[in-house]
């Protein structure tokens, strides 16, 4: 292949992609639209057992938001994802799963009422956030991670107006959070201002009614 076809072929190739990414953009924010309530995302690990406490507490989290007349958006997965949009569709509510296609990824769980599966990440993570007013991060992996700093980035800059973030299992992030103290502010990297941005709990309540307060003083 002479270079002027292969530049040809990488256009075809960026354009099919950029393409795609729209159609996600697009399918993503009209299923979300149809939301008539507030949203809150909740994040957390697809390796979480039902037996696991993180299970239970995501539940129990999703049912709270449920009662409170809120919609409840995860990534659509099993653990975490399965559990708060299981005590979501449990209490009434409004269940979503944003899926994502993965070589070893499993479907969608079977607690989810409206639901659309990406090809892309960044698509699917701006879908995360355009309907939340909250998130809630229970214990997860590298994906986990990479959500909880989106958010944080994201209200840190002012490029979205929801808050806050609730991280879940203070044994769980507490060495995180020891870490972001102790050096990011210390260092200068962050500052003060922006440990308000998070909100450390055990109490999977406290977890939902902490978004929802939030809320109620921004409306």
């Known amino acids: 292949m002479d270079d002027r076809a292969m530049l ?96 070893h990824e499993q479907a969608l769980n079977p607690y989810v009422d409206l639901a659309y599966t990406f090809e892309h990440f960044y698509a699917r993570k701006v879908c995360f956030v355009k309907p939340a007013e909250g998130f809630i991060v229970c214990p997860g992996g590298f994906g986990t991670l990479d959500e909880l700093f989106e958010a944080l980035v994201l209200m840190q800059t002012g490029k979205v107006g929801m808050d806050p973030v609730v991280l879940f299992d203070s044994a769980y992030w507490g060495g995180l959070l020891d870490w972001i103290r102790g050096r990011l502010l210390e260092d200068g990297m962050i500052s003060p201002a922006d440990l308000d941005l998070y909100h450390l709990t055990d109490d999977p309540i406290d977890a939902a009614d902490f978004v929802i307060d939030r809320y109620a003083s921004r409306s």
Do not use: C, H
């Not at 924010?29 to 993180?54: C, M, N, Q």
């Not at 994802?81 to 799963?97: I, K, L, P, T």
């Open 8 to 103: 040809d072929a990488r256009q075809r190739d960026v354009d099919r992609a950029l393409a795609k990414i729209e159609t996600e953009f697009r399918e993503g924010w009209e299923l979300l639209a149809g939301l008539d309530s507030p949203a809150v995302t909740v994040f957390g690990s697809a390796r979480t057992a039902e037996t696991a406490p993180a299970y239970s507490a995501a539940r129990r989290i999703g049912g709270r938001f449920a009662e409170r007349g809120w919609a409840v958006i995860t990534g659509g997965g099993p653990g975490v994802m399965e559990a708060a949009n299981r005590g979501a569709q449990e209490s009434g509510g409004v269940s979503v799963g944003l899926g994502i296609e993965l070589p």
